[in-house]
């Protein structure tokens, strides 16, 4: 790019959109990682403690090596892959004045919306926790009441979300923002920049604990990327799928690595590990979701149709719900089951999984019956727009 050159000058990616196979993977991809990250944030449960009993997982070595496994090796795989499909998807077909105006206009009614509702309806349960309609199910909450302000209301419907997993959009929207720098970063200094932003990414992991400057600099990182493949024509499904055996190999030996030291150290230290492990699961991420797309077994199971055609909104809904249920449906469980063994507080865990999802489930085809309220809620266009929003390439 020549010096005073517009950066937002109307200029395709030269790939001149997204290949079929990726595409697929892409698909398959956006409706499975948010049942990954439902599971990370149902492994983060804290010690449990129901009327009468106290269960503190350092006393059961199988659910505490699994949650801080889960808590410190797993949890940041799911949100960089989701960074770097809406990178790539935002620059696949080009940059230019209008195209980031239009895309704006249309990350306002996918990501603001849904940012802003999803805050209400956590602060508003957050509330009705301490009604007595709920107190009579929950005793310990009686004669409490929810301890927050104006300000704190407002704060949280915006910069701090009430809804904790919302600051995947929160941040996305800044992506969206800045993106004509990230663009003109990219054009300019192509992988250099990438090398960079993973070097400060990196040094925040190792040397800090600050996560919300980690997962500012993680968000920088992944979109920067998926701008990068977009703007320099690299097909990610083509050029990750040959380094599957590659990140394979890394991923297993820092996998077991990770569990060993979660076992024997204090789970923090695995951290070191993150800025090798993440670029490989991103690979194998990719390249699993293509082969699984173009498998027999997948057309057998599924016909032609992804599950994302079937039921559209559905993994966005999982994404944003299941962080209002966590707390309460894992007491829930663990009240009616009463676990007296390290397996059976494991088991349920995975019962507390499987609950969250089973509602969120069925709040979806209830709303089938609002299409409305479901659209507003999952960030999806109406019928009108369904066909322009499709060619400007949704997150």
């Not at 979109?223 to 703007?231: I, L, N, Q, W």
Request: proline letters at 4%; hydrophobic letters at 50%.
């Amino acid at each position: 790019m020549t010096k005073g050159k517009d950066v937002l000058k109307d200029e395709p990616s030269r790939t001149g959109g997204v290949s079929p196979e990726t595409s697929r993977a892409i698909a398959i991809m956006r409706f499975i990682l948010p049942f990954a990250v439902m599971a990370v944030h149902v492994y983060h449960t804290q010690d449990v403690r129901i009327k009468g009993m106290f269960y503190d997982f350092a006393d059961y070595p199988i659910a505490r090596g699994v949650m801080y496994f889960v808590r410190a090796f797993v949890a940041d795989f799911s949100v960089p892959c989701f960074f770097f499909i809406s990178g790539y998807l935002f620059f696949s077909s080009g940059f230019s004045r209008d195209i980031y105006r239009r895309k704006l206009k249309s990350r306002c009614r996918s990501l603001l919306v849904p940012y802003i509702l999803w805050n209400a309806i956590m602060a508003g349960y957050m509330a009705f926790r301490y009604t007595p309609l709920f107190t009579a199910f929950a005793p310990s909450l009686a004669g409490q009441s929810l301890d927050m302000s104006v300000g704190e209301f407002f704060y949280g419907l915006t910069l701090e979300p009430h809804n904790g997993t919302l600051w995947f959009l929160r941040n996305l929207m800044v992506m969206v923002v800045i993106s004509p720098l990230i663009y003109y970063l990219v054009k300019r200094l192509r992988w250099i920049i990438i090398g960079i932003f993973w070097c400060v990414w990196a040094a925040f992991i190792v040397f800090t604990r600050n996560y919300d400057i980690i997962n500012a600099t993680q968000s920088v990182l992944f979109f920067s990327t998926g701008c990068a493949f977009a703007v320099m024509g690299k097909d990610p499904v083509a050029t990750m799928s040959r380094g599957l055996t590659a990140a394979c190999i890394i991923f297993g030996v820092l996998g077991i690595t990770g569990f060993t030291m979660c076992y024997f150290t204090h789970w923090t230290n695995i951290k070191v590990l993150k800025p090798f492990s993440v670029p490989s699961a991103l690979v194998i991420a990719f390249s699993l979701s293509w082969l699984w797309g173009k498998s027999r077994m997948r057309k057998r199971l599924l016909g032609q149709h992804a599950l994302s055609d079937r039921y559209p909104g559905l993994s966005f809904m999982i994404f944003t719900a299941h962080y209002l249920l966590i707390f309460d449906m894992v007491i829930l469980v663990f009240t009616v089951v009463r676990p007296t063994t390290d397996a059976g507080v494991a088991g349920c865990v995975i019962l507390s999984y499987v609950g969250i999802a089973l509602c969120i489930a069925l709040c979806y085809r209830l709303l089938g019956f609002w299409p409305a309220a479901q659209r507003l809620l999952t960030g999806r266009a109406g019928k009108k727009k369904k066909k322009h929003a499709a060619a400007t390439a949704a997150t």
